[in-house]
């Protein structure tokens, strides 16, 4: 065949097109177990960050998080339904997004303001415990902003099952610069204080439009994100759709009626 022939070329093509596809899926194959292990250090270190365990900017090696995690911090699988542990459920194992998008694992949500689509059956949380006993719950969160699905964790004080204690966000595609800025520390910084529930257990935390006052005179409301209306009202409606009837509720007036064990 001659070197330069139009069957030369496709063959050529084809060929390469095969070793490099062959290349791709080996190296693949050969660091599933690797990115499987990079992605559950990532989120442990986001449950010691928005649980207090980690401060902002500290650089960890693997081992230390691992241990700073397996010392602290307690995962439990719950029935978000039935708003109790699940029963033959390993916490190490189980992946809640990955139950989200199996139709045997989760159901459609119902309309809510923060656009979820589906609710898993069962949800991982955190607990951090401290002498012996629960002292931070740790929930997952997401919801939809302005361009993107942000995907958190709220930090809930064990006493009251209604004073935040922290938030973060690990993952989402908002605007750099606006509503990027959850992932501002000083920002999240004024989250910590604030109520969930108002007296009569509805949740009412949001993020407003401008500033709010300090937490002691100001539980419900947080500081706005400047030019980031959409994102900021997207946050409210998050946290307030998870910690509702169709999300944590049922788990938050289990372990206040049993005094937060």
Same mark, same amino acid.
């Given at each position: 065949?001659?070197?330069?022939?139009?069957?030369?070329?496709?063959?050529?093509?084809?060929?390469?097109?095969?070793?490099?596809?062959?290349?791709?899926?080996?190296?693949?194959?050969?660091?599933?177990?690797?990115?499987?292990?990079?992605?559950?250090?990532?989120?442990?270190?986001?449950?010691?960050?928005?649980?207090?365990?980690?401060?902002?900017?500290?650089?960890?090696?693997?081992?230390?998080?691992?241990?700073?995690?397996?010392?602290?911090?307690?995962?439990?699988?719950?029935?978000?339904? +039935?708003? #109790?542990?699940? /029963?033959?459920?390993? *916490? @190490? !194992?189980?992946?809640? %997004?990955?139950?989200?998008?199996?139709? &045997?694992?989760?159901?459609?949500?119902?309309?809510?303001?923060?656009?979820?689509?589906?609710?898993?059956?069962?949800?991982?949380?955190?607990?951090?415990?401290?002498?012996?006993?629960?002292?931070?719950?740790?929930?997952?969160?997401?919801?939809?902003?302005?361009?993107?699905?942000?995907?958190?964790?709220?930090?809930?004080?064990?006493?009251?099952?209604?004073?935040?204690?922290?938030?973060?966000?690990?993952?989402?595609?908002?605007?750099?610069?606006?509503?990027?800025?959850?992932?501002?520390?000083?920002?999240?910084?004024?989250?910590?204080?604030?109520?969930?529930?108002?007296?009569?257990?509805?949740?009412?935390? +949001?993020? #407003?439009?401008? /500033?709010?006052?300090? *937490? @002691? !005179?100001?539980?419900? %409301?947080?500081?706005?994100?400047?030019? &980031?209306?959409?994102?900021?009202?997207?946050?409210?409606?998050?946290?307030?759709?998870?910690?509702?009837?169709?999300?944590?509720?049922?788990?938050?007036?289990?372990?206040?009626?049993?005094?937060?064990?």
């Amino acid at each position: 065949m001659a070197q330069h022939s139009t069957g030369y070329t496709i063959g050529f093509a084809a060929l390469v097109c095969v070793v490099c596809g062959v290349g791709i899926a080996s190296a693949a194959v050969a660091l599933a177990d690797r990115q499987a292990e990079n992605k559950k250090l990532d989120q442990q270190k986001q449950v010691l960050a928005v649980a207090g365990l980690m401060k902002e900017g500290e650089v960890l090696k693997p081992e230390e998080v691992k241990k700073r995690f397996a010392d602290n911090i307690k995962p439990e699988v719950v029935d978000l339904k +039935g708003g #109790v542990a699940a /029963q033959g459920v390993d *916490p @190490a !194992s189980f992946d809640q %997004r990955k139950a989200q998008k199996d139709p &045997a694992q989760s159901r459609e949500a119902p309309p809510n303001n923060a656009k979820v689509l589906r609710l898993p059956n069962n949800a991982l949380v955190y607990k951090v415990m401290k002498d012996g006993k629960v002292d931070t719950l740790i929930l997952p969160i997401e919801g939809y902003g302005l361009w993107s699905t942000l995907y958190g964790f709220l930090a809930l004080d064990a006493k009251d099952a209604n004073t935040v204690k922290g938030i973060t966000f690990y993952q989402h595609g908002e605007t750099p610069g606006l509503g990027g800025e959850v992932d501002n520390p000083k920002w999240k910084a004024l989250w910590p204080g604030r109520k969930i529930y108002d007296d009569k257990g509805t949740p009412q935390i +949001g993020v #407003v439009k401008g /500033q709010a006052g300090p *937490p @002691a !005179s100001d539980p419900y %409301r947080v500081d706005g994100l400047s030019g &980031a209306t959409i994102t900021s009202n997207g946050v409210s409606n998050l946290v307030k759709f998870w910690f509702g009837p169709d999300g944590f509720g049922p788990y938050i007036q289990h372990l206040k009626a049993a005094g937060g064990k």
